[in-house]
């Protein structure tokens, strides 16, 4: 379902967002892999599948270091992706936000 979900970005002429991208703490350290990322916004997308549940605590863990890093997630879910527009709206919102704080290279990863 990420694919369906990067292909539902691309439809609505979003930039198209790396995939399965690997981050990083400041000091370098790998901190997870995301599904979806728009580096010139440090915005990371997951899609939480059915499995989800089974991986809650480990993925909120993550997720706590991933903001405590500097990042900015948006979590989708099948029931999202039944209206897309919804979902575009919002990473669309993220996107224009923070494009209010510039990323250096450096930083986007």
């Known amino acids: 379902m990420e694919t369906r979900l990067r292909m539902e970005l691309v439809r609505a002429r979003l930039p198209r967002p790396s995939v399965q991208?690997?981050?990083?703490?400041?000091?370098?350290?790998?901190?997870?892999?995301?599904?979806?990322?728009?580096?010139?916004?440090?915005?990371?997308?997951?899609y939480d599948g059915e499995?989800?549940?089974?991986?809650?605590v480990s993925d909120l863990r993550?997720?706590?270091?991933?903001?405590?890093?500097?990042?900015?997630?948006?979590?989708?879910?099948f029931a999202d992706l039944r209206a897309p527009g919804s979902v575009v709206a919002q990473v669309r919102h993220a996107r224009t936000a923070l494009a209010?704080?510039?990323?250096s290279p450096d930083e986007a990863t």
């Open 62 to 77: 993550r997720q706590n270091a991933l903001v405590n890093a500097g990042y900015h997630l948006l979590r989708f879910t």
């Open 100 to 103: 209010k704080y510039p990323v």
């Open 51 to 56: 499995n989800h549940k089974e991986r809650l």
């Open 21 to 46: 991208a690997e981050l990083h703490d400041p000091a370098g350290n790998f901190i997870g892999r995301v599904d979806l990322y728009y580096p010139d916004r440090r915005l990371a997308m997951e």
